[in-house]
């Protein structure tokens, strides 16, 4: 539409020089309208940009707490230690699998394999949560479904053990 003559009432009645005229300053107001509209418009957009940005973060708080519990993870294995095998076993699954068979690296990957998992479990289940939770994170359901992973993790250990086998051949 730019350069296009839009004849207006106001304008009605007057000589072409003076429509003429007008209707410059009358299209010069309206690209300003537009390009005022047009900021808005963007302002408004970048908002709703950043509200979806921190909906997302937000969202993401298994993650965040899976992170800070990992921080402790150390202190919650010495806390655990006492009551050896079960206490690893139901607190850190995955870190006891991982110490339990032999994979088939160097031996220095393997020695250190369990130490990473005792750092990485409670993120890696808080990304599990997240994604079992997507569309209705709450506390109990979050807390429920680590509860499911753990008995998981602790049956697989259970059959790795032997113990299944023996109770099967009695």
Known sequence: MAGT?????QLEGRSSKARARMGATTYTLRQLEVGAINARLRTRRGQETHRHFLANL????PV??????????PQLRDLVAPIQ??????????AALASRFPIQTDAQWAHYLPLVMLYAQFPIEGLLARIFLRNRVT???????????HILGLAQLWMASGALWQLATR
């Not at 937000?58 to 708080?61: A, D, E, K």
């Open 5 to 9: 003559y839009v004849p207006l009432p």
């Open 64 to 73: 965040a707490v899976g992170m800070a519990m990992a921080c402790f993870a």
């Open 58 to 61: 937000i969202r993401l708080w």
């Open 85 to 94: 095998p079960w206490g690893m076993w139901i607190v850190f699954p995955f």
């Open 139 to 149: 506390p109990t359901g979050v807390v429920r479904q680590m509860f499911v992973v």
